[in-house]
């Protein structure tokens, strides 16, 4: 991922007080995901939203579309922990799919703290993924 890509995301995560949620699209080879574009979306939870996230099923459909059209594929979902650290709750892996890479951004009071990557594997556990983030 590069540099002003995560920039792009914490513009609009660092600004609103509940995990946010966004989908990673780019090209996706058998060395490595290469994040072009982000797609932010509206957290969709109907329950506590500063500790949960969820993403409304017409907005996987709409970042699927958008891949396609740019030919392009969705590489993964990201949201934030708002003061807890980068790793993934229950509730994310009982929420995950297969094959998509999960970031997850931790944000101290609003700031940007922590970065990581997760894939869940076929025993439905996470294991954490190498994340590069280069100069822009």
């Given amino acids: 991922m590069e540099e002003n890509i995560l920039k792009e995301i914490l513009q609009y995560i660092e600004k609103i007080p509940e995990e946010s949620c966004g989908f990673l699209l ?25 500790k949960k996230y969820s993403i409304n099923p017409k907005d996987f459909i709409e970042a699927e579309k958008i ?15 708002l003061n807890w650290p980068a790793s993934p709750s229950e ?20 700031v940007f703290s922590e970065i990581r990557s997760w894939k869940l594997t076929q025993a439905k556990t996470f294991k954490e993924e190498k994340l590069v983030i280069t100069k822009s």
């Fill in 91 to 110: 509730t994310d892996r009982i929420m995950a799919f297969p094959n998509l890479s999960y970031i997850i951004i931790s944000l101290q009071e609003q």
């Fill in 26 to 50: 780019g090209k996706n080879s058998n060395r490595a995901k290469r994040v072009i574009k982000i797609l932010p979306v509206k957290n969709d939870s109907k329950e506590n939203r500063k």
């Fill in 67 to 81: 891949a396609i059209e740019n030919e392009w594929s969705l590489l993964g979902v990201y949201h934030s922990h």
